[in-house]
């Protein structure tokens, strides 16, 4: 409030004076913004060897499918530990647990054992619990009808070795 009152004061009640159009410019210099000449773009410098770029590129470009690279995880209820699912011999028991170690967006794979599996069975979730799902990732597939320790997509056979995701919940307790 002080502010308008000094305000209407300065401008209305105090005596006109007459200033020149150099003393105007003058003082609209001191009080205003001048930016700076803009600057030129910074560049990186060229490389100092066409070679060395070129196998940089190639090393960059070798190791990338190696740091992307999809994985595939086994699924077997029928184990007696559960492992860490890198083979058949050290099989997830749990779907979930297999679940909980795919990358969205990588690839990865699951392949899973003949045998009912169930959404609330696994190291992270809540027996018995009526909101347990399998939540799936994307790029991630899940391929049943595998008998333990198949080596290819081509050992399925999902008529004899069936693979269910049941959500049964209370059926298994």
Not at 61 to 77: I, K, N
């Amino acid at each position: 409030m002080r502010t308008l009152a000094l305000i209407f004061f300065v401008i209305f009640l105090t005596p006109s004076v007459h200033v020149s159009a150099a003393d105007q410019e003058q003082a609209y210099r001191t009080w205003t913004f001048q930016p700076s000449p803009p600057m030129p773009p910074r560049r990186l410098p060229p490389p100092k060897s066409k070679f060395l770029s070129a196998i940089l590129l190639r090393l960059l470009l070798f190791s990338l499918p190696f740091v992307c690279q999809a994985e595939r995880f086994y699924v077997d209820h029928s184990v007696e530990e559960s492992g860490d699912g890198s083979t058949w011999a050290n099989a997830f028991q749990q779907l979930q647990d297999a679940l909980d170690q795919t990358v969205s967006g990588r690839g990865d794979e699951v392949w899973i054992a003949a045998g009912t599996y169930y959404p609330d069975e696994g190291a992270n979730v809540t027996d018995a619990d009526r909101d347990a799902t399998f939540l799936l990732k994307d790029e991630v597939s899940l391929l049943g009808g595998f008998e333990a320790g198949a080596t290819s997509l081509d050992d399925r056979d999902f008529e004899v070795n069936r693979t269910i995701l049941s959500g049964e919940i209370y059926s298994h307790i």
